[in-house]
């Protein structure tokens, strides 16, 4: 079968004369599930016009089965429950081992949710659910969403660019494996060669022009250095674009040192954001997938950084050389300032006046332990200096509790907005645990 998500509904039909099921019988029976179905659709389509969905209507646990069989290779089920009882057809589904979003009419199929939705639970089951009276509600939609974010995972590619080809071959396989992700490595030696040293100069002086005319400030006083990144950016688009990648990861303090590369990706990092792509720094696989999730599921950039925690504040700072200048998504841009950094070491950072006084979550992926790692934080200031990294965002959280319990890598991906519900929501389809770091451990 194609790549489409099944949509399931599930709607056994009462006989005359019998009061089989919550909602009642014929002859009103059909005209109601029918509307209900023509309402769960258009919102769906209204809502995820670029979701390419599947249709099927069961009554019965045997044509479940058959549902399953034909869409054994699907990335899992949507199942809409118009009316109780079906005998088991939810069962099927959530025994599939599939990923399934359990969706309940409250009236008509709000009695098989509550006995199937919470067995799938105990029994470890990848299922989430909702029910609701009114499918316009969007709460049915956004758990919908989150199938369509693994499908898209699977299509997914990103491009490394590294040398060390053994590290590059297990992050292959495990992205493979685990997420469905395609790898393209791209050696450092040839990219350098290929793709960045036979940039046009003039083009990328013209980028370097536009990048310092659009900033707030310019403390670098280097401007061969902004061109250096200007043809960094061209090049990793270049690269991008030749192979259908919608991300690309790249090693840049080991290319740096090795004298590979002479220039650093930030600021072409910072562009690449509005042309469609996900950049990631250090080559990180797991904060590569934590931005893919956050991109399919929000269309919101995220802040890959280095977290550090200040116990006499309890306040986190997040820093890193750049960071997205559009937080929320879309063309609104925050300030930024073209700068030195790291004492001088590095050039051609960029610090951004990331917003303040809003809600913000840290999230990282351990495939390797199947957890998703969260914290969440309150964003209260900037600070700019010299020293250490160029962006530092500074935040009120829990900070003694997320020393205690920090586990695997130093990264986290910064995302504005409390998306933990959703990827709590999304750990259970994929079968991970949640790691929630700011909370207080018994």
């Known amino acids: ?35 209900k179905k023509s309402d769960f659709i258009y ?37 809409v429950l118009l009316h109780t009882w079906s005998g088991g057809g939810a069962r099927v589904f959530i025994e599939s081992g599939k990923p399934v979003v359990l969706i309940a009419e409250s009236y008509g199929g709000g009695g098989e949710f509550l006995i199937e939705f919470g067995r799938g639970l105990r029994e470890g089951r990848p299922v989430i659910g909702v029910s609701v009276r009114e499918f316009s509600d969007e709460l049915a939609v956004r758990k919908v969403k989150l199938l369509d974010v693994l499908q898209k995972l699977r299509s997914s590619k990103i491009v490394f660019v ?9 992050i292959e396989n495990m992205l493979r494996s685990v997420f469905g992700i395609t790898a393209i490595h791209v050696d450092g ?52 674009e030749e192979h259908s990648a919608i991300s690309i990861a790249v090693d840049c303090i080991m290319l740096f040192d090795a004298k590979i590369l002479d220039a650093w990706p930030c600021l072409g990092f910072m562009q690449l954001w509005f042309d469609g ?32 925690v200040d116990y006499q504040r309890n306040e986190a700072i997040y820093y890193h050389c750049y960071a997205p200048i559009n937080p929320f998504g879309g063309n609104t841009r925050v300030p930024y300032t073209i700068m030195p950094t790291h004492l001088y070491l590095k050039r051609a950072s960029v ?35 010299i020293h ?14 997320i020393a205690r319990n920090w586990k695997w890598t130093w990264h986290r991906v910064v995302f504005y907005g409390n998306l ?10 994929l079968g991970f645990a949640v790691i929630e770091e700011d909370e207080e451990m018994s």
Not at 284 to 307: C, E, H, N, Q, T
Not at 388 to 401: E, I, R, S
Not at 420 to 429: F, K
Request: with cysteine; glycine share 4%.
């Open 43 to 79: 919102r769906l389509r209204s809502s995820l016009p670029h979701m390419e969905i599947k249709l099927y209507t069961i009554t019965t646990p045997e044509e479940a089965r058959r549902v399953v069989e034909l869409e054994r290779d699907s990335v899992g089920f949507v199942v």
């Open 388 to 401: 250490a990294c160029a962006t530092k965002l500074v935040a009120k959280t829990n900070a003694k509790a």
């Open 420 to 429: 933990a519900e959703d990827l709590r929501d999304l750990a259970t389809l």
């Open 189 to 240: 030696k040839s990219f350098a060669e290929k793709y960045y040293r036979p940039v046009d100069e003039a083009l990328a002086r013209e980028w370097a022009e536009k990048w310092i005319g659009g900033a707030a400030e310019v403390l670098e006083d280097r401007f061969e250095d902004i061109v250096k990144a200007a043809k960094l950016y061209i090049a990793m688009k270049r690269v991008l």
């Open 162 to 170: 590294m040398e060390d080809k053994k590290r590059f071959e297990y």
């Open 277 to 308: 792509y996900i950049p990631v720094c250090e080559a990180d696989p797991y904060s590569a997938v934590a931005l893919l999730i956050m991109w399919y599921l929000a269309k919101r950039p995220g802040f890959l950084s280095d977290p550090v």
């Open 1 to 35: 079968m194609g790549v489409g998500i099944p949509i399931i509904f599930i709607a056994p039909e009462t006989t005359p004369g019998s009061y089989t099921g919550a909602l009642g019988g014929p002859p009103l029976i059909k005209d109601w599930l029918e509307q």
């Open 351 to 385: 610090y951004v006046e990331l917003p303040i006084n809003q809600e913000i979550t840290a999230f990282q992926v351990w495939p390797e332990q199947r957890a998703f790692i969260i914290h969440r934080a309150t964003a209260i200031g900037n600070e700019r200096s």
